[in-house]
Nanobody
Framework: QVQVVESGGGLVQPGGSLRLSCKGSGVIFRLYTMEWYRQAPGKQRDLVASISSGGTINYADSVKGRFTISRDNTKNTVYLQMNSLVPEDTAVYYC??????WGQGTQVTVSS
């Protein structure tokens, strides 16, 4: 069956960096658009970044210039490099495979 597993979250101080990873299995990974979403307490789940099978990348305005999405199809993995983190980035970050398969999420907390 399809499995999507995120990792790399944690507690970081404002201005710091984290790198999230998402590994998919049970699908032909390279054919899918991969997406990172985040959901803060009491808020809706929002798209943060996406990368298509052809490498087209899109970012939410709030993370442009700070976050970088990339993928390694040989490892069935998508990454989200997050720099210059601010408290407003605090959320559970979810990975999606083609919008249809989801991971369990990884918590990112930005706090001093």
């Amino acid at each position: 069956q399809v499995q999507v597993v995120e990792s790399g979250g944690g507690l970081v101080q404002p201005g710091g960096s984290l790198r999230l990873s998402c590994k998919g299995s049970g699908v032909i990974f390279r054919l899918y658009t991969m997406e990172w979403y985040r959901q803060a307490p009491g808020k809706q789940r929002d798209l943060v970044a996406s990368i298509s099978s052809g490498g087209t990348i899109n970012y939410a305005d709030s993370v442009k210039g700070r976050f970088t999405i990339s993928r390694d199809n040989t490892k069935n993995t998508v990454y989200l490099q997050m720099n210059s983190l601010v408290p407003e980035d605090t959320a559970v970050y979810y990975c999606s495979v083609g919008g249809g398969y989801w991971g369990q999420g990884t918590q990112v907390t930005v706090s001093s």
